[in-house]
Every structure is written in C-alpha cells, then in structure tokens.
T-cell receptor, first 115, second 116 residues
Framework: EPEVTQTPSHQVTQMGQEVILRCVPI?????FYWYRQILGQKVEFLVS????????KSEIFDDQFSVERPDGSNFTLKIRSTKLEDSAMYFC?????????????FGQGTRLTVV | AQTVTQSQPEMSVQEAETVTLSCTYD???????LFWYKQPPSRQMILVIR??????QNATENRFSVNFQKAAKSFSLKISDSQLGDTAMYFC?????????????FGQGTTLQVKP
C-alpha cells in the first residue's frame, strides 16, 4: 500500500541551526501539507502546498519556515534558525485532491529536538 | 475562525464494550467535512471515519460510527466491541471546503485506553 515517508525519524539540532525535514508523498498526490504536534498537545496546521506554491499557511509558519518540492518527488520543510520552541513532532501529509472526499495520508512523523 | 473542542482528555473502556468520544466544533460555514483520526503509539495519524456536513445520515465504518448533530455542532465517535488495538489517541478534525486548501483543524485529542 502506498505511504507517505518522512526522514529522518528523529533529528536533534542546536538552537540557531538550519534544519530540513524531508517527505516523500504518495506519487499521484497533488496536495501536500505540514503539521506539527508539540508533545502532549494538539496537531497544528502549518502549511498547504499545491501546484508549486503555498495555498495556505498558519500564523506559526513565519519567515523562518519555508517549503519546497525540489525534484517532483520530495517535499521539504526548512526551518532556517531553529528555536527551542520548534521542538515538536512534524507530520507531512498528502492527498489526491483537496476536498474531504479524498483522504489525507500522513507520514510517521519526524521528531525534532532543538537543544 | 473555526475551532474544534474535545472535552475528554482521557477515557477508558473494557474490551468488547462500547465507548463514545465527544467532539464539538464552531463554524459559520455550511460546507465542510468532519473527521476522526487515530494516533496509536507509533504516532502515525490514521483516518478512522469522515462525515460530509451536507449528509444527514451518520457515517459508519465497521465498528466505528458517528453521531453528527449539525445544529448542535456536535460530532461524537462511537466505538463498538472495543479491541485492545483501539488503544490510541483520537483526534476530531474539521475541514472547511471554502478556500480549497485541504487544511485540517484538530481538537486537543482524547487518549483512549482499552482494558483487557
């Protein structure tokens, strides 16, 4: 069964460093998302991406964050200068369409720890 | 802005029994979807069931069913014949179809423990 794959599963980085989280969405999907979940808290929307551009982003997704689909298969989330409060689980998701009729499939997540 | 509220942080149920998880939401939109996602200890989010707001009939998926009360903005999940594998965190989520972005708004989650 096709699945969304995220790498690495766990990333430890020093405060102020840049980090790139990688995702390989399901191959025929056109819509891509990043969510984050601070430990013990709810899952929060970061950004949605379609047709090589951001379609919506949340207040969390400030200038320190960027997304890219560099090669037609990967979908990356970059945090330019990490802060302690960026420590969280980051989930990538993809869907065939945007509507609720098409299911968003989630990856297994990348746990980011900023020290 | 839309919000989703799950008022039960933790619940437990005996294996084979039935449990209901609560969810309320707030929106002024008419065209939306509601979802329940399961997050087991492996952390991956898995879709359990979805409900289209314009459909009055409650969605069912095997042992999982919802009670969708649109006027009350309530969307509860009923798990029948609970199994040990149902132990997980359950998130209620809302998607507004206006804007066409596919953004999901999640509740705080309910941790469900199924006891043998």
């Amino acid at each position: 069964e096709p699945e969304v794959t995220q790498t690495p599963s766990h990333q430890v980085t020093q405060m102020g460093q840049e980090v790139i989280l990688r995702c390989v969405p399901i191959s025929n999907h056109l819509y891509f998302y990043w969510y984050r979940q601070i430990l013990g808290q709810k899952v929060e929307f970061l950004v949605s991406f379609y047709n090589n551009e951001i379609s919506e982003k949340s207040e969390i997704f400030d200038d320190q964050f960027s997304v890219e689909r560099p090669d037609g298969s990967n979908f990356t989330l970059k945090i330019r200068s990490t802060k302690l409060e960026d420590s969280a689980m980051y989930f990538c998701a993809s869907s065939e369409g945007y509507g609720g009729r098409t299911e968003a499939f989630f990856g297994q997540g990348t746990r980011l720890t900023v020290v | 802005a839309q919000t989703v509220t799950q008022s039960q942080p933790e619940m437990s149920v005996q294996e084979a029994e039935t449990v209901t998880l609560s969810c309320t939401y707030d929106t002024s939109e008419n065209n939306y979807y509601l979802f329940w996602y399961k997050q087991p200890p492996s952390r991956q989010m898995i879709l359990v069931i979805r409900q289209e707001a314009y459909k009055q009939q409650n969605a069912t998926e095997n042992r999982f069913s919802v009670n969708f009360q649109k006027a009350a903005k309530s969307f509860s999940l009923k798990i029948s014949d609970s199994q040990l594998g149902d132990t997980a965190m359950y998130f209620c989520a809302f998607m507004n179809l206006a804007g066409n972005t596919g953004k999901l708004i999640f509740g705080q989650g309910t941790t469900l423990q199924v006891k043998p």
